[in-house]
């Protein structure tokens, strides 16, 4: 993702609603050492949830280390979300197979690691979450929130065998949620934690909404706005000539109406119009023994 000003904008009224609700819930029942340990959090972009609500809610002398893979959204959170002396960001993959060469693990081992967001973009979450395992100390929590199915992902996978579409998409496995086709992906990433060695203490997912609300709220029309939303975390964007790169959206935003991914609704008295969009959310909280 490289997009941080758009993702920022855009997703804070959104997915970050459902996302603080969920750390919201799980977060009465983390437990914290005596000897404050370093935090980690994994796939921070732009910073918002690192120095909004992480960083505020810990205990005094906490420090946080934020990581994430993109060179944009760690530039992006130094600039707007730095807060010297508490929190460090570093470049870091979390599929990385070289741990132990990382500056994340030198500032380790961790008391909790936070992963937001993050799974759904990374392909081989086998070793994400062996690495994060790895990275906490004896008792050590980390917490998860996931997007496991989403109807973007389903428009991806039916645009890669378009013709006009395919050049650009070849490699479209890397960005579908591995959990997309997933029958039951709470149970998948609960056998995942278990075979790291977490003992899992939660593991939730099932079905949210978020709503992009009035033009009067956000400015500007609730489908610009999911259509900025949407290119905000699009992978495949800048491989376009600029000319397409509208089309691509809309064939999208069209497939995912299709889906049933996305709804639009007029209220009748005020004609003010929102859009409704459906996915699958999994959250989980899990200890190392
Ligand atoms: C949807 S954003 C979530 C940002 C933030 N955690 C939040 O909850 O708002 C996902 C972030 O994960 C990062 N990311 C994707 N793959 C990654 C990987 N393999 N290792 C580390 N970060 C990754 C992206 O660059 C992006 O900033």
Redesign the pocket.
């Known amino acids: ?1 490289d997009k941080p000003e758009l ?1 920022s904008r855009c ?1 804070a009224p959104t ?2 609603a459902v ?1 603080i609700r969920q750390l919201e819930e799980l977060w009465p029942t983390l437990t914290w050492p005596d000897q404050p340990l370093p935090v980690l ?6 910073g ?2 690192t120095a909004k609500f992480l960083a505020p809610r810990l205990p005094g002398g906490t420090k946080i280390v934020s ?4 060179p944009e ?1 760690l530039r992006y959170a130094e600039e707007h979300n730095g807060r010297p002396g508490v929190i460090s960001y570093e470049s ?4 990385e197979k070289d741990l132990e060469g990382t500056a994340v693990w030198k500032h380790g081992p961790y008391s909790k690691a ?1 992963a ?3 799974l759904h ?2 392909p081989d979450n086998r070793c ?1 979450i062996q690495n994060i395992y790895r990275l906490l100390a004896e008792g050590g929590e980390a917490v998860f ?1 996931v997007v496991p199915y989403v109807s973007v992902f389903a428009a991806y996978e039916e645009m890669a065998e378009e013709p006009r579409w395919k050049i650009y998409m070849e490699d479209v496995r890397k960005f579908v949620s591995p959990y997309q086709h997933s029958p039951d992906p709470a149970a998948e990433l609960r056998q995942l934690l278990e075979a790291a060695g977490f003992q899992v203490l939660h593991c939730w997912a099932g079905e949210v909404e978020v709503v992009f609300r009035s033009e009067q709220e956000l400015k500007v029309s609730s489908f610009l706005f999911v259509a900025e939303f949407l290119v905000s ?1 699009n992978p495949f964007l800048n491989r376009l000539p600029l000319g397409e790169r509208d089309d691509f959206i809309d064939d999208i935003l069209q497939r995912m109406y299709k889906l049933n991914g996305i709804i639009k609704e007029v209220d009748s008295s005020s004609g003010e119009s929102k859009i409704i969009y459906f996915y699958t959310s999994m959250k989980a909280l899990a200890k190392k023994l």
């Open positions: 993702m993702y997703a997915f970050a996302n959090e994994v796939g921070c972009g732009p918002d949830i990581c994430d893979i993109s959204m870091f993959d979390a599929a936070f937001l967001l993050l973009w990374v994400a929130t975390v």
